[in-house]
């Protein structure tokens, strides 16, 4: 089975031990400042551990790889889910997109503002005018 005809994949170690703790250290700086209650939006702006892990770290390589070479970072955003700090999150499928600025592009709306970031949707064809 395939990320095409599944929707999803499985890939294990695409971090070394070493990173996870780094990870795991900088989840902790985040949360001790007070930037996470739960989670983070725009980890990428906060930390720049995880800009460097994200931007040029094994995370990016994998995604190039199944997306192509010109997949590029958009957003980052962490969530706390360790056992002492875990929390329901119900199914659901993320249509947000986080955007450097507000450009009115036909297909694309509603808008929104997120911690001071523009986020806007991709319709669906069949809402599209």
């Given at each position: 089975m395939s990320l095409k005809s599944l929707g999803f994949s499985i890939t294990e170690e695409v971090l070394s031990s070493v990173e996870v703790e780094r990870l795991r250290h900088e989840m902790d700086r985040l949360s001790e400042s007070g930037s996470t209650r739960g989670g983070c939006r725009n980890v990428l702006t906060r930390s720049?551990?995880?800009?460097?892990?994200?931007?040029?770290?094994?995370?990016?390589?994998?995604?190039?790889?199944?997306?192509?070479?010109s997949a590029r970072l958009v957003n980052g955003?962490?969530?706390?889910k360790r056992e002492a700090a875990n929390w329901k999150v119900p199914w659901h499928q993320d249509l947000?997109?986080?955007?450097?600025?507000r450009k009115e592009i036909q297909g694309f709306g509603p808008w929104s503002v997120k911690e001071g970031v523009p986020h806007v949707q991709r319709r669906s064809r069949s809402s599209r005018t």
């Open positions: 720049e551990v995880l800009w460097k892990l994200a931007a040029g770290g094994a995370p990016n390589e994998l995604a190039r790889a199944i997306l192509g070479e955003r962490l969530f706390d947000t997109i986080a955007v450097r600025e």
